[in-house]
């Protein structure tokens, strides 16, 4: 069993006196940011200028340029997007990665495929929650957090995994549990369940839904309904109380079709494509073509988003989330008004 840390078992006080520089200010960049400052922690911003630099001075951090922010840091959060990353650690961070700082990530993707590779003398730890970063943000203002993982990749002070606990301790993470693996570990099952379940899965399965209904003659708005926005209702009552709980609260009907549906979907096809999806991401494919896309200037990716925001379940979603006020409602709690440009 996985030894799990709460509050009670991390020290906090191994972060007192001690600059965190968040680099970035998007989706987790802005959450640790807050959580960390309202935990008591001396926190500034690593930013180019623009508009990410403009939201941080409005929510009132000091904010440098990377090069900066990295020089008055004891530790460096880098939370700009994986693929900007070397290019912003080797331009504005290595350069002031002097003996005893600590360069921290949410995700190992740059040290676990060697496109950062940092001196010796520092400590590298990972602090990457698991959950989207704006309910970082959210579930920390609500007294709860988002569980996260913690490895050391680097231990020059000899206080790595300490400073790594505190520090997910400070963004709310050690109040829902913090689990201790590799960045290896890290890497390769949050790519795969992004991949798999999390994302790929779950958007191809919500798409496939709605065009069957739809092209069997059903009204789109149903089928949106049916296949998007009862997910969430579902999911949460997986997230309360596992499968069970939400087979306790679904009628017999729908269980048993469950029970019957669920295997004809997910088939032993499926779960092949899912073991080839892990080697992909095992072998490094799945890195080296992400790299080489951003290389290009994502022309695969540019294209697909563009399609996929026309999706004609995008198009009737869209029309009927401006009808539903408690979903717009968590536009004006950031979700949207922080998002990626
Ligand atoms: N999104 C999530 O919820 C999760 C993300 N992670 C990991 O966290 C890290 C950050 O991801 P995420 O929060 O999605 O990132 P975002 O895409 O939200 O980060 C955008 C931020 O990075 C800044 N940025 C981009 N390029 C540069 C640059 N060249 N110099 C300085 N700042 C720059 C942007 O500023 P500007 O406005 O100037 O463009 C913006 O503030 C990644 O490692 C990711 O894998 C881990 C768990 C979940
Ligand atoms: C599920 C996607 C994620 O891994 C996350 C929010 O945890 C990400 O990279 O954004
Ligand atoms: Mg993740
Ligand atoms: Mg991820």
Redesign the pocket.
Known sequence: MAKVYYNGDVNEQVLEGKTVAI???????HAHAQNLRESGVDVII???P????DKATEDGFSVYS?REASAKADIIM?????E??P??YKESIEPELTAGKALV???G?NIHFNQIVPPEHVDVFLA??K???HL?RRTYTEGAGVPALIAVYQDATGQAKDIALAYAKQIGAARAGVLETTFKEETET?LFGEQAVLCGGTSALVKAGFETLVEAGYQPEIAYFECLHELKLIVDLMYEGGLEYMRYSISDTAQWGDFQAGPRIVTDETKAAMKEILSDIQKGKFAKGWILENKLNRPEYNAINEAEKNHPLEVVGRELREMMPFVKASKSKGVVANA??
């Open positions: 680099v970035g200010y998007g989706s987790q960049g690593g930013l180019r623009g508009k990410s630099w990377v880098i939370l700009s997007p994986d900007h990353q290019a912003i990530f949410a995700h993707f990457a929650p959950g989207p970063g970082v949050d990626k440009n």
